[in-house]
């Protein structure tokens, strides 16, 4: 997998090392994270910073253009492609925790795939259509797979204690 154990809470992480001096302190603030191109090579998404949250954009390399596809109340990062190109997993901070979200780019639905106590981040598309994260659902960072319709949840790895 391309993106693996990131750690704990992407995005907190992020806020606080904007802080510390490797970034250059308070003063400097962090812009368009996390790329990922498009299967056919001709878009990237990423997150940006938007009033105080995380959203989620698509740059069109041909054109230059940008289009905002999330716009709430939620913390969106961590986006990836779909094999096909036609849908986007990312992670969500929504009501103080993370889960997995599908956005399907035609219809622009966002579909919520995990609802689990514990935080769900680091999504990624696998070639088997299927979406590998982190989860400490069971107080120990682990890797599970769910596919796109948020079914068929399976655990891949345990953690030795």
């Known amino acids: 997998m391309k993106r693996t154990l990131r750690g704990a809470m992407l995005a907190a992480l992020l806020f606080l090392l904007a802080g510390c001096s490797f970034f250059g302190g308070n003063d400097v603030k962090y812009t368009n994270w996390e790329p990922d191109m498009s299967p056919d090579g001709s878009r990237l998404?990423?997150?940006?910073?938007?009033?105080?949250?995380?959203?989620?954009?698509?740059?069109?390399?041909?054109?230059n253009e940008t289009e905002q596809l999330t716009s709430d109340e939620a913390e969106d990062w961590s986006p990836v492609w779909s094999p096909d190109g036609s849908q986007i997993a990312f992670a969500s901070i929504f009501e103080k925790n993370a889960d997995i979200y599908v956005l399907d780019l035609e219809t622009r639905t966002k579909t919520r795939l995990t609802t689990d106590a514990g935080d769900d981040i680091n999504p990624d598309w696998g070639i088997d259509n299927r979406i590998y994260f982190n989860s400490n659902r069971t107080g120990?960072?682990?890797?599970?797979?769910?596919?796109?319709?948020?079914e068929r949840l399976v655990k891949?790895?345990?953690t030795a204690e």
Request: aromatic share 12%.
């Open 45 to 63: 998404v990423y997150e940006s910073p938007v009033n105080e949250t995380l959203e989620l954009f698509i740059l069109h390399l041909e054109t």
């Open 140 to 150: 120990t960072w682990e890797i599970y797979s769910i596919d796109p319709a948020g």
């Open 156 to 158: 891949i790895t345990e």
